[in-house]
T-cell receptor, first 117, second 113 residues
Framework: AQTVTQSQPEMSVQEAETVTLSCTYD???????LFWYKQPPSRQMILVIR??????QNATENRFSVNFQKAAKSFSLKISDSQLGDAAMYFC??????????????FGTGTQLKVEL | NAGVTQTPKFRILKIGQSMTLQCTQD?????MYWYRQDPGMGLKLIYY???????DKGEVPNGYNVSRSTTEDFPLRLELAAPSQTSVYFC????????????FGSGTRLTVV
């Protein structure tokens, strides 16, 4: 079974600065997808960014980018020019690309990001 | 386009009571999921379904039941509620393509007292 580990329960960043959230995972599969979800106080789960394991190029979405290290099984999220609206719980998640078994998402325990003025 | 709709948003149950959490999606997704979120624990999969009439257990299924009679609906039944079932429950849906990710409902906060 796959596992996802987020070792930083809380992180803080100053507004306009850059912060990196860490995520590691364990799998024996070679084809899979990785995701970062944001959960603001509203509780709604919002997809931030996704990465396909067979693509070496790191995904980027505006101020959000990832550092995907497949051999190290590491998938960190970098937030540039942090804004107050970035304050939220961030979850890293893994999804197998193998058809069957429901393609379930496995989540990490989350990192609570605080953005300070 | 409503996406994934969960009802109710909040509920307080007494120990031993039963209830059904409703989940409906209008995107014609074939896969649907129920997760529970506890502080510091992330989201744990309770049950999932890959299509109408097909359901399977996830990581934490005890105390819950599901059914999937239509593509759109995936209700979660709690029988004999216990304090350990106090949690936030999320329903989600997706196409079968793994790369797309889930669409989540807004969650149900359930307290069992």
């Amino acid at each position: 079974a796959q596992t996802v580990t987020q070792s930083q329960p809380e992180m803080s960043v100053q507004e306009a600065e850059t912060v990196t959230l860490s995520c590691t995972y364990d799998t024996s599969e070679s084809d899979y997808y990785l995701f970062w979800y944001k959960q603001p106080p509203s509780r709604q789960m919002i997809l931030v960014i996704r990465q396909e394991a067979y693509k070496q190029q790191n995904a980027t979405e505006n101020r959000f980018s990832v550092n995907f290290q497949k051999a190290a099984k590491s998938f960190s999220l970098k937030i540039s020019d942090s804004q107050l609206g970035d304050a939220a719980m961030y979850f890293c998640a893994y999804r197998s690309a193998i058809t069957g078994g429901g393609n379930k998402l496995t989540f990490g325990t989350g990192t609570q990001l605080k953005v300070e003025l | 386009n409503a996406g994934v709709t969960q009802t109710p948003k909040f509920r307080i149950l007494k120990i031993g009571q039963s209830m059904t959490l409703q989940c409906t999606q209008d995107m014609n997704h074939n896969y649907m999921y129920w997760y529970r979120q506890d502080p510091g624990m992330g989201l744990k999969l309770i049950y999932y379904s890959v299509g109408a009439g097909i359901t399977d257990k996830g990581e934490v299924p005890n105390g819950y039941n599901v059914s999937r009679s239509t593509t759109e609906d995936f209700p979660l039944r709690l029988e004999l509620a216990a304090p350990s079932q106090t949690s936030v429950y999320f329903c989600a849906s997706s196409y079968s393509m793994a790369g797309i990710g889930y669409t989540f409902g807004s969650g149900t906060r359930l307290t069992v007292v």
